[in-house]
């Protein structure tokens, strides 16, 4: 009985040996394959990044506009100031278009109330005999208002050399969007006048690049598919019509 309790024991223990190495190896083998089947998927960052973005841009919308504080103010990072902005923008344009309000007599009817009442004030303080107030000194600093005209010069500077690229006759492609972007400004300045059409570019500053980094991956992806339509409907237009346009003997001289 002995000997046989002996020898069934290391049987046994051979028995579940088996089954618990079956086991680790089951689980070994599907911890495996699901880790091999999460490297497959695709992390969000890659999908991210394969999403086309448009005009080429790699950066964040925040850093597009400059990444400081008009970019906070165009995408609202401060409600308070943005709505303050274009509060006052608001206001600006009902005065001077629905109001029909001038700005040489803005200036001055609120310089007139100002004056007024500082004089006032000022002389009023003799009878109550309290201390005059303090009017404040205001001047503009050199350096902000040369730094503005530094970037104002860059700008214009830059899109004289970008007319003058086009006007070279180097890019046909380029040469046609700008055209039928002057063309669609030519015909929306004609329904309004230029302190309307400011207004209108002001607000679509505050809300479509808000709207576009909320809602940026379907957007880019409908660019996207715009864009790949516009490419066709280019090649049959140039296929059909600015290919058969004669070029000059410049164009096809070669370089030597």
């Given at each position: 009985?002995?000997?046989?309790g002996e020898?069934?024991?290391?049987a046994g223990e051979?028995?579940?040996e088996?089954?618990?190495e079956?086991?680790?190896?089951h ?14 998927k695709?992390?969000p960052?890659s999908?991210k990044s ?5 005009f080429?841009?790699e ?43 001038h700005?040489l ?8 109330l100002?004056l007024?009442i500082?004089?006032?004030?000022s002389n ?13 000194e205001?001047h503009?600093p050199?350096k ?9 010069r860059i ?5 004289f050399?970008f007319?003058?690229d086009?006007?070279t ?9 700008v055209i039928?972007?002057?063309?669609v400004?030519?015909?929306v300045?004609?329904?309004c006048?230029f ?11 505050h809300?479509?690049p ?10 880019d ?6 864009m790949i ?7 049959v ?5 600015l290919?058969?346009?004669?070029r ?9």
């Open positions: 009985m002995t000997e046989h020898d069934s024991g290391p051979s028995v579940m088996k089954i618990t079956k086991f680790h190896g689980d070994s083998s599907s911890s495996s394959s699901s880790s091999d089947s999460d490297n497959d695709p992390s960052s999908m394969k999403i086309y973005r448009p080429g841009r950066k964040p919308v925040h850093k597009v506009f400059g990444g400081g504080k008009p970019a906070d103010v165009f995408l609202w990072r401060n409600k308070k100031i943005s709505a303050g902005v274009l509060g006052g923008a608001t206001a600006i344009w009902v005065l001077f278009e629905l109001l029909e309000y700005m007599t803005l200036v001055c009817h609120c310089l007139i100002s007024a500082l004089f006032l004030w009023a303080t003799t009878f109550i005999h309290k201390s005059p107030p303090r009017i404040p205001v503009l050199e902000s208002v040369l730094q503005i005209a530094d970037a104002l700008e214009i500077n830059r899109a050399a007319l003058r086009i006007a006759g180097r890019d046909l492609k380029k040469f046609l969007a039928a972007g002057l063309w400004l030519s015909i300045g004609s329904w006048n302190l309307t059409l400011f207004y209108i570019s002001f607000v679509l500053l809300t479509v808000v709207l576009y980094e909320k809602y940026e991956d379907q957007v992806l409908f660019v996207e598919k715009a339509e516009i490419k066709k409907q280019y090649a237009f140039d296929a059909k019509v290919s058969k346009i004669p000059g003997p410049l164009k096809n001289k070669k370089k030597v």
